[in-house]
């Protein structure tokens, strides 16, 4: 089979993950890597052996060299990046988010696939043993019908300037919703947020999804929190689970909790109280397959490349979580809840 | 000075613990309990050696023996049992919220100054040693600005069938919001929810309140999460403070952390980055004064019957309070935000 | 069936428990409460409608109105007070410890055998829900071998002065060791502690209990720590426990991990490490019976009046227990390890 | 000044780090990397650029372009390998434990001293943030009396074959103690431990230290804990402290607590409770320096090769560590405790 020569644009704080792991990634080659620092691409190449360093993508993209091209750039340049690389027939994984507006994202979409290319979306939390054992546990019924997902990942961050909180860490937490959920899109995003401290955008944001019958998501991201909080709970109907990606080693927690409402009874005598049975059982914390996700990322791509195949993280995945941000900065601006498309995958939903 | 008589309708849930609490204040003597279960309300009485037990609530209110009208019973008949009481001349505490609408909570605002009575509600948690400590800290000046303060309060919780989790739960958020606020109103409160179980009303919700110049207040309550979370953050120019109730003795911590944003800089090589500065200082747990809430409480509604002045809890208090709520569960119904009146006290707020 | 009528004396700390349980035990009636302080004991007879009230012990003991006598006084005093009760034919039930040197336990033990009556230790651990489920696991052949048991309890303690902090702390770990172990004795006891802060006696201790084929306990106990620590974990072959007492839901964790050393194996390029497989697998936090200890024991003291059989904690248990005090006590005295008897049950220990 | 030309010998777990350091050392020059299998020394030396590896030991240490010579081998080869290097007149800094015996350890300390050249233990943990804290707290008498010190260590860790969990670990937690409390050395030392899953050597030990003055040491070791503990507890006259090394951010918690016994007193109604006061203030968190250990360590001893001065952890503490853990070997083997000498640094101390 094919091996897949692989080159790397952008060695910021991101990047040498990736370079790492494509570097072991059975049937790739590393062959070319790129930052608009020259000395930085240099040094992360002389660690993994790569001789091609450059400070210009377009040598990466134009390369004959290179099958797949990996974007670990700033947000803004996603687009435009990965644009040239799908046009110029490579196949490209691109990190969150895919692009800064849908019609990009849409754009993106269809031209890889005319190209007849793959474009994958680094949603790395996906690939985490965590987030792959909640679907599991979701997919074989355990967690009976999800209620609603909250999600709250907060912390002294890394304040950036081109893009708001909302930006910067909400794909993470709406791209394990989108997976969680397969790909259902929200009716409607409301979204509330502050700026602080002179910061240009904003720092502290709330979203909440709303996907009809009842089903809700709530998102809290936050770059000026006193500690760190990266915990979501799923509530189901028939278990509960607390993920907790702080803990070291029990992020999973599952709960056989939950509650029976029966309205036919006679509440005899106190007429305030439903009757209401709460069941509370077992907790159980799963054993986690604590291999890095990037790993089996890169593995997944190239093996999809080579073999066919769609990554749980394709453009479509990348498309249906900008859908989601545009429409929560739309809310933030305009001050009221926004209405999403009739939910159609792909069908340019931002009314 | 003149000994405080206190009757008490209500032997449900809360009611004895503010028996318990009256029976030790001084200053008072129990003059007559009350529930609609007379052996209820008998096997109360007994306990503090409390002669006249009833199961009308008329008796109490209009009994020449008392001074104080204690209201312990379901949200839905605060309104009526307050305003017969204010009527007949007493003096009023009344659990939260103080009324189910902001017309008959102002009502009874006003119903107590026409008759020169006091009137407090009991909002239970700004009586406690850690919301005190929060609002000794924010006095001082130590806290700086207040950014934003995130409210967390859930857990598998009695699901009520009179009233929703907004109004069960978040009474208590909203008032020490309010308190550590100084009772300033938010300018706009947007609520989202959820009805699960087939519960009739909301389970999960998620208020946010708007006070202008970025400030932003943030409530999720919830009846049905695997886990009891009490916890708020309250985010301050100079210090970040988390208050987890849960926590058994160090329930507040002060964390000396924070950021400062230079706009002029020259952001240099990363034009992505800000030119930020992250300030990690200590991190501090004051003593908390640990005395039973409800015995300040009690304390303090005796004191001001005696002696004059108003209970940090009072009427007013209360009334912005049900302001909140109600605009919450207008939000709620409406799908967008909710504008409050110009935010003067007492001036009737909703449009 | 006969009524089981009860005498309490002692309405310290702990008393008042144990009237207020055995008040709602079925097959009871409290008949007299006694305490040194006619006033603490009255008060106490109030709130349960108990009609004789006596600062006099021997009032209870030798009242034909009294056929088990519950002793909660300072433990010193357990063994005059518990030999007078069987001696006047009575059942006793005495708070941990049964006695202050194993010659008075043996001699209770001996005397409630020879007057047929029934003699019951408060080791209130054992009935609590979750010392009962690890006990079912480990019967249950779930755990494995236990290879150890190490028990912490700490924190700024109520400093006694009739006891160090050995006998006032401990018989909590130590009795619930010997029923976990089946009342196996360990074939030594050593302890190590320190006085404090003008503390006539030790604040401070460590007991080391050797059982043979390896299997140790140890017990932390501390009235002068920082932090309330109650932790035990119990190692095993097969799966690991570790009991959290201050831990408000999830107390018991049951951990799948353990390890596997191959001796034969060809240790090969790295002569220095052992080939050892690691097993981690699920964690489990099994539902507990949250009914109070105390009920559960107060039921089972009376069922074993009424209908014959032995309490978990009969005056054996109580006896063993003593025994590794009085051992500890020794070891700390001597600065050495002090080895008990054969082990056998009632055979006098202490060399 | 003159630049320190640096050897690391071993390049296993450990080692790896320390070149890491050195490499970022000012003042330092990389100069020999040797392991036993040549490809692991030849991968560390090529990410740090140094041109010269060797599988030979003996090559680092009579090469001329050699200053200081890093060990980081098992630690059964530490004193041959510091021997011959010392010999050879080289500085040299080993990995804990210095030696597996005194007699090997005050061999070195002599014959550095003889030789004129710095021996330097990598005791680690003495130049984290977090021990540097304690100590600072303790050496500004904010502490008062240090009363105990309490350590757990433990989890389910590397078995090791060629030392047992005392040599392994404990290291560390003596290391501390003995920065702690200035190098004093206990009086006697008392250890219990047992071996499980045919692990040949102890996987788990309970040291206890005794100082005289009622000061207590007491550390808990263990390869087999279903969760990873470390956490020490200094307990002082004036203030407590929690050291949890897992914390990733507050690893420090400094309680204002305490107890003050008054004997004098009246005990009046109770006379088995002492007059004790208990003090409950604050909790601190002080901010830690984050720098990495082992650059600090790196750094200090390069300057102390440079300008003169002991490091922290020199060749006198190295050798106290080694007194404690062979005489807590001792005392493991005779079940009884082994009194050290007369306590002299470098005397010579087990009798």
Redesign the interface.
Known sequence: MMTVRVGVIGC?YWGPNLVRNFARTEGTSLSKICDS?FERAAKVAA?YGVRSVTEDAKAVIDSPDVDLVVIAT?S?THYELAREALAAGKHVLVMKPLATSVAHAEELVALAERKGVLLAVDHTFVYTGAVRKIKELVDAGQVGSI??I?SVRIN?G?????VNVVWDLAPHDISIIDYLLDGREPE?V?T?????????TEN?A?L?L?YGD???A?V?V???????VRRM?V?G?KK???YDD?E???KI?V???????S?NGD?G??????L?E?R????????LDTREALALEAEQVVQCIRKGGRPVADGQAGLRVVRVLEAAEQSLAR???VLLGQGGQGKGAIP
């Open positions: 910021g620092r660690q700033p803004l209620y609603y909250d002294l890394l304040f950036q300037s081109d409607s409301s509330i947020g502050a700026r602080h401290v002179d910061s240009p502290i709330y909440s709303r009842q089903l809700l709530h809290h936050n770059w000026l929190a006193p500690a760190k709970i509530g109907s509960m689970i607390i702080v070291p080693s029990e927690l709960y056989d909790k939950g509650v029976k409402i309205k509440p005598e106190n007429p305030y109280q439903l209401v709460y509370t059982g077992d907790m159980h914390a799963p054993r001050g009221e809840p």
